[in-house]
């Protein structure tokens, strides 16, 4: 069993925060993907990002 996922924005026009752990924090814009490889002991949350939020220089 493969702990990887493969998480998509599905919304046309709200940026997607995904928390997988201390070094998987991004954001995800509309009609984004991207994989994510869980690690048990933080799992993964996903969330509308705050306008304004900021992760690695890009802005929601």
Partial sequence: MSNKITVTNHDRTQTAHIDAGPDKIMLLKPGQSVE?????????????????????????
């Fill in 36 to 60: 994510v490889e869980l690690d048990p002991q933080y799992g993964c949350s996903v969330r509308i990002a705050e306008v304004g939020e900021k992760y690695f220089g890009e802005a929601a």
